[in-house]
Each structure stands twice: as C-alpha cells, then as structure tokens.
C-alpha cells in the first residue's frame, strides 16, 4: 500500500519562506502532486512532480528525489492567505489514476 | 469548461437513517470520478472511485456505496447512517488517463457536504 508523512503544523511569518516536507512509501510511482485546502473549503491542485528536481509556479516550488522517496513544497513571500492546510498525494499502481493523500500540513501564517 | 457539482453543502441526519448524496461533472467526458471522507482536521480518504458507467472499485470496507449511473453522475448511499458516518464528503473528478503513465493527472474536487449524524 501507500503511506506519506507530513509534519502536522508549520507556523511562519508574512515574507518568510517555508518548507513543507513529505516523504512516501508507495507501491508503484506515478507522481507526487500538492493541493491547497482552505477551512471549511475544497482542496486544490498546486503542483505535480513526476520526475526529480524542481517545479516552479509562481511563489510556489516543489522537489521531488525518487530514489529518497521524498518531496517538499516550498512556499515564499508567504502572505497571509496562504494560511491553509496542504497535502501532498502519490499516485501509485492500481487503476482510477487514484491518488493516496497525506495527513496534511497545516499552515499558520502570522504578522 | 469543466464544472463540478455536489449537493447537498450541510446535511443533518439521524443514526439509522438513509443517505444519498449526488455530484454531478459537467464539460466533460468519460472522467473517473472519487468519494472521498475527511475527518476534522484530518487527511482525505478514498471511499470509492469509478472508471466508467457502472464500474465502481471501493477502497475500504464501511457502511457506505456508490453508483454511477451516468457517465457525469456519481452518488454516494447509505441504507442506515452511523455516528461515525460524519464527515466532510468531498466528490472529484479527473481526466482519465493510462494507469502507467507518469503525467499530471489533476483532481478537481467539488465544495464538499459536511454531514452530521447524530
């Protein structure tokens, strides 16, 4: 099966630059994607690795090492909507092009 | 473009009590679609997920089914509801694309229904 790990809570403040880390165990690997969840409101996609290295978009970043079963998501010139909850997902073998989740990171962005 | 809608947004129910939530995917064909649960503060789950009409996969025993009637419609059911039947229940979508194939692959998620039994 899958499992991902996430630190359960950052805190940072407005202009600092953050890290969020994940590591994975999975059977197969087809991908690791980020998603940004909001309070009470639905995920949404903010980056995907399928390869090693680094994928930029905008003030966000995200790395993947394959062979470390390890990515992170890097957020900078944070602000304070970005306070939020952030997941990172693999997508291992199986059909549905389903994805497993992590537990979630919750992000505090302070003044 | 492509919209998703699930309904209803907040549903109080009782134990025992039938459940039957809908979501349904507009502009486009063919997407797998999932039902996933997420507990207060907690990461999201696979309940089910469906590759085409009628083909449905369940990724953990529990009190709940799906359907898939039509190709942009998904429904989640419950013959008798339980307390730990609460949740945040969150419908998606994506295209569907080969199952080994390295490539982003975006789930869309609809706004969610949060359902409280008690």
């Known amino acids: 099966g899958q499992s991902l790990e996430q630190p359960s809570e950052v805190t940072a403040v407005e202009g600092a630059i953050v890290q969020i880390n994940c590591t994975y165990q999975?059977?197969?690997?087809?991908?690791l994607s980020w998603y940004q969840q909001h309070d009470g409101g639905a995920p949404t996609f903010l980056s995907y690795n399928g390869l090693d290295g680094l994928e930029e978009t905008g003030r966000f970043s995200s790395f993947l090492s394959r062979s470390d079963s390890y990515g992170y998501l890097l957020l900078q010139e944070l602000q304070m909507k970005d306070s939020a909850s952030y997941f990172c997902a693999v997508r291992g073998t199986g059909g549905g092009n389903k994805l497993t989740f992590g537990t979630g990171t919750q992000l505090k962005v302070e003044l | 473009s492509q919209t998703i809608h699930q309904w209803p947004a907040t549903l109080v129910q009782p134990v025992g009590s039938p459940l039957s939530l809908e979501c349904t995917v507009e502009g486009t064909s063919n997407p797998n679609l999932y039902w996933y649960r997420q507990a207060a503060g907690r990461g999201l789950q696979l309940l089910f997920y469906?590759?085409?009409?009628?083909?449905i996969s369940s990724e953990v025993p529990q009190n709940l089914s799906a359907s898939r009637p039509q190709d942009r419609q998904f429904i989640l059911s419950s013959k008798k509801l339980l307390l730990s039947d609460s949740g945040f229940y969150l419908c998606?979508?994506?295209?569907?694309?080969?199952?080994?194939?390295?490539?982003?692959?975006?789930?869309?998620f609809g706004a969610g229904t949060r359902l409280s039994v008690l």
């Open positions: 998606a979508w994506s295209v569907r694309q080969g199952v080994n194939y390295i490539a982003k692959n975006i789930q869309y």
């Open positions: 469906s590759v085409g009409i009628g083909q």
């Open positions: 999975t059977s197969g690997f087809y991908g």
